[in-house]
């Protein structure tokens, strides 16, 4: 399908639930762009949620985002209960501002919802010639705290970007769970099976129907250290900011009606601020390019590093449009029938 006719669909589907023109197509934008960069588990697969929370009234379709507290390096963005992409995308570009000035801009959220792939909010950063990170409460608790049982994390995403010189900025985007949850509901639509080592039920052995997967936990990367790791995401982009963490997280899929007070934050750098300015990116692509190559193991690809390839593909989706999944494009035809729009993709419809 056609980008742009991807995007006017989404927009539309939006605006139906009474999201005003102009939020809607930059939510629709961010929505496809994380499928143009590859990120298709938290791009325009999560409509069918977002349109659910603005039915339930969880997700203002109106909100009005405020900077709600700043200093010169600082500042928390008041997302009003709106959808995510607008108060990450204001919390993003005025992280930027602040590190043109400042050196540093670090600007959380609160009052936020799902917001798709942080690597939304950190590619601009490195293009721009800046060093970025960013990190999210997971929109639902699938984590127990290490060696317990109630669920009490969410997958608690973090992101980081760098500049490089040539087409491909260092992207890092990753949970801190083996999967993304993300991942196993795209399986589920798909009615495949998850791998061995994504979830465990109670009982501690592995769950792999997805189906099943309120029946037991998602599993941290690296046992005990990726706990730690989602509690202190939990600290800075949750408790820090005036948002949810631990008990106090709604599960904005199971939950259409509640806030879920989703806490992000978005941190831009400024290498002039080091004393190094344009001599980050050339000394960051001479490492990258030793990285690469290095000898593979027998049986390995080359070394590849985090956003390798990544902007090559997305002009490619952009130019040729983007492929969805069968599953996909059926749920998007039932959305847009649920919404009074045609289907975008009649043969899908016909197939039944």
Do not use: C, Q, W
């Given at each position: 399908m056609p980008v742009h006719t991807l995007r006017d669909f989404v927009s539309a589907a939006l605006q139906s639930k009474g999201v005003p023109h102009d939020d809607a197509v930059k939510v629709a934008t961010l929505m496809v762009e994380a499928d143009i960069f590859g990120y298709g588990t938290h791009g325009v697969f999560r409509l069918r949620q977002y349109l659910a929370r603005l039915d339930g009234g969880g997700c203002n379709p109106t909100p009005s985002v405020t900077v709600a507290h700043e200093t010169i390096?600082?500042?928390?963005?008041?997302?009003?209960?709106?959808?995510?992409?607008?108060?990450?995308?204001?919390a993003r570009d005025l992280a930027i501002e602040k590190a043109r000035t400042a050196g540093i801009g670090w600007v959380g959220v609160r009052r936020g919802n799902h917001a798709g792939p942080l690597a939304l909010y950190v590619r601009p950063q490195a293009e721009v010639g800046l060093l970025g990170m960013a990190a999210a409460v997971?929109?639902?608790?699938?984590?127990?705290?290490?060696g317990g049982t109630d669920l009490l994390l969410g997958t608690n995403p973090i992101a980081f970007s760098a500049p490089a010189v040539g087409a491909d900025p260092f992207v890092f985007d990753m949970a801190t769970t083996v999967a993304a949850m993300g991942k196993i509901k795209t399986l589920l639509q798909q009615g495949k099976e998850m791998p061995e080592g994504w979830m465990v039920g109670r009982d501690g052995e592995?769950?792999?129907?997805?189906?099943?997967?309120?029946?037991?936990?998602?599993?941290?990367?690296?046992?005990?250290?990726?706990?730690?790791?989602?509690?202190?995401?939990g600290l800075m982009a949750g408790a820090l900011n005036g948002a949810a963490f631990g008990s106090d997280v709604v599960d904005f899929t199971n939950d259409t009606t509640s806030s879920t007070n989703t806490g992000l934050f978005v941190v831009a750098l400024d290498p002039v601020a080091f004393g190094?300015?344009?001599?980050?990116?050339?000394?960051a692509s001479r490492v990258f390019d030793e990285m690469r190559a290095s000898e593979p193991l027998p049986g390995h690809n080359p070394v590849r590093l985090p956003g390798d390839g990544k902007?090559?593909?997305?002009?490619?989706?952009?130019?040729?449009?983007l492929a969805l999944n069968p599953a996909l494009r059926r749920d998007l035809n039932v959305l847009a029938a649920d919404c009074g729009l045609p289907a975008p993709f009649p043969d899908e419809q016909a197939k039944g």
């Open positions: 390096a600082t500042g928390v963005i008041d997302g009003d209960d709106g959808l995510g992409h607008l108060a990450m995308s204001a997971g929109s639902a608790n699938h984590v127990p705290p290490y592995p769950l792999t129907d997805p189906a099943r997967k309120s029946e037991g936990f998602l599993l941290p990367i690296g046992g005990a250290k990726g706990f730690g790791l989602s509690v202190a995401i190094i300015g344009d001599d980050f990116a050339s000394t902007t090559a593909a997305a002009d490619a989706r952009r130019t040729d449009g």
